[in-house]
């Protein structure tokens, strides 16, 4: 095959639907070092589109409960109260992560969300009509993926869109020193 077919050439500017567009990235977090390390990735993929990021929390009832499992007695206005301070704490640290990733051209637009995260994930991302999802490896415990299974993985399997995987190196922090 010469090097001007046409499966070789560069596409044209009248055939623009070929070319890579990242308007639309969506970025799942769990606060950890992990997820912030994805979330730098996605801006700064994001930059020459001048995308949206959506940062993505998904408050699960399985950790709410484990915090209501944590008290003495529970009665109905106590799960209450454990549960909106837990989604407001969640929120206000989604908040915090997102406003210290704008103005860096590309609107950082946070989303809290309740239910199984892999689900949420995948769904949001398909009514946004997302272009690319950008996922940490290792965004939970060790035991918690052995018990749960690694959303990532649920993610990469059951998404409509491409997912991008992001690992932080060992010793490495979100700033990328080691």
Avoid: W
């Amino acid at each position: 095959m010469s090097a001007t077919s046409p499966e070789k050439q560069a596409p044209s500017p009248e055939n623009s639907s070929d070319e890579l567009q990242l308007k639309r990235i969506l970025v799942p977090t769990d606060f950890s070092q992990s997820a912030e390390h994805a979330l730098k990735y996605a801006v700064q993929l994001g930059k020459p589109f001048k995308a949206n990021i959506f940062v993505l929390h998904v408050f699960h009832l399985r950790e709410y409960l484990a915090l209501l499992s944590e008290r003495d007695q529970v009665d109905s206005g106590t799960a209450n109260q454990v549960l909106e301070a837990a989604k407001s704490q969640a929120a206000n640290k989604l908040e915090e992560l997102a406003s210290r990733s704008r103005g860096r051209e590309v609107a950082v637009l946070p989303t809290l969300l309740v239910g199984v995260p892999f689900e949420e994930i995948v769904r949001y991302a398909a009514e946004r009509d997302v272009d690319l999802i950008v996922m940490p490896t290792h965004a939970r415990t060790h035991v918690a993926n052995l018990l749960l299974g690694s959303t990532t993985e649920r993610v990469i399997a059951h998404s409509f869109c491409p997912v991008l995987v992001v690992r932080m190196r060992p010793g490495e922090n979100v700033r990328g020193e080691k």
